[in-house]
């Protein structure tokens, strides 16, 4: 696992990767096997829906984000650069 911390980041994103734990790409454990390895001084987010309850207690913080409004509702497609 030390591989993947070679260097010295201060923040590192992992853009949807709770999909890819939903999606079985990875499991729950090598995630939380990650979060047991990175070092202290890194921030590590992780984004996507449906956190499981063991990364949920694993957090320092958990957000939620609602639609209150979206094109779609106007039946606009999907847009290249924007939502894919």
């Excluded at 090598?30 to 590590?44: G, S, V, Y």
């Excluded at 829906?49 to 497609?77: C, F, N």
Aim: glycine share 4%; no cysteine.
């Amino acid at each position: 696992m030390k591989k993947y911390f070679k260097k010295k980041y201060d923040i590192l994103i992992l853009d949807e990767i709770l999909i890819s734990v939903r999606d079985k790409f990875i499991t729950e454990e090598e995630l939380l096997q990650l979060l047991d390895k990175k070092p202290e001084n890194l921030e590590l987010v992780l984004t996507g829906r449906g956190a499981t309850e063991k990364l949920i207690d694993r957090a320092d913080l958990v957000s939620e984000i609602k639609k209150v409004k979206h094109p779609y509702d106007k039946r606009v497609k999907r847009r290249k650069g924007i939502e894919y």
